[in-house]
């Protein structure tokens, strides 16, 4: 069974580049058939998917945020990375890293796994 | 961008009673909404997908319905564990998902 784990630091000056790691265990990120996601969850915007990545380094963003996104693969660490710059105030939320198969007739059509979330603030 | 609205945004039951969450999208998303519960500290958990398919291990009280613009999640007999925030989201726009406000199913 995969599971998640998201990491990073837990305080970000506004302004500056918020960078989270999600670690992949149990199964390996480089899976075809799967996509890997960040969403975030704040009080006043509740959830808020930020965009996607395959195991082929395509990359799919919120438009809302697209500007300020990048989302990466390491294989070789079994790792993908959430990079969202110019932060401010508003960016502050709990990041939550998931995953879920391409969709297709006779899968599981959505975010099945979710890592347990890291709490995000942007402050000076 | 396709707004999800949930209601009601509380449901006050209590247990062994049968719960009736509403989740109304403004364009159509066909069949392709899931349905997520979430506890206080945890992360979402996958209940429904596509409507109406139940995730592994979810228990058979647990039902999605709906086509369209609008879906019910019913919980046919409330557990004591049920009590949480339940979140709606499409996935018929691929690339920008959106979910709910939340339904918070709490005891009355």
């Known amino acids: 069974q995969v599971q998640l784990q998201e990491s990073g630091p837990g305080l970000v000056k506004p302004s500056q580049t918020l960078s989270l790691t999600c670690t992949v265990s149990g199964g390996s990120i480089s899976s075809g058939s799967y996509y890997w996601s960040w969403i975030r969850q704040s009080a006043g915007k509740g959830l808020e998917w930020i965009g996607r990545i395959y195991t082929s380094g395509s990359t799919n963003y919120n438009p809302s945020l697209k500007s300020r996104v990048t989302i990466s693969v390491d294989t070789s660490k079994n790792q993908f990375s959430l990079k969202l710059s110019s932060v401010t105030a508003a960016d502050t939320a709990v990041y939550y890293c998931a995953s879920g198969q391409v969709p297709s007739v006779g899968r599981v059509n959505a975010m099945d796994v979710w890592g347990q979330g890291t709490t995000v603030t942007v402050s000076s | 961008e396709i707004v999800l609205t949930q209601s009601p945004a509380t449901l006050s039951l209590s247990p062994g009673e049968r719960a009736t969450l509403s989740c109304r999208a403004s364009q159509s998303v066909s069949s392709y909404l899931a349905w997520y519960q979430q506890k206080p500290g945890q992360a979402p958990r996958l209940l429904i997908y596509d409507a109406s398919n139940r995730a592994t291990g979810i228990p058979a009280r647990f039902s999605g319905s709906g086509s369209g613009t609008d879906f019910t999640l019913t919980i046919s007999s409330l557990e004591p564990e049920d009590f949480a925030v339940y979140y709606c989201?499409?996935?018929?726009?691929?690339?920008?998902?959106?979910f709910g406000g939340g339904t918070k199913v709490e005891i009355k």
């Open positions: 989201q499409q996935r018929s726009n691929w690339l920008a998902l959106t």
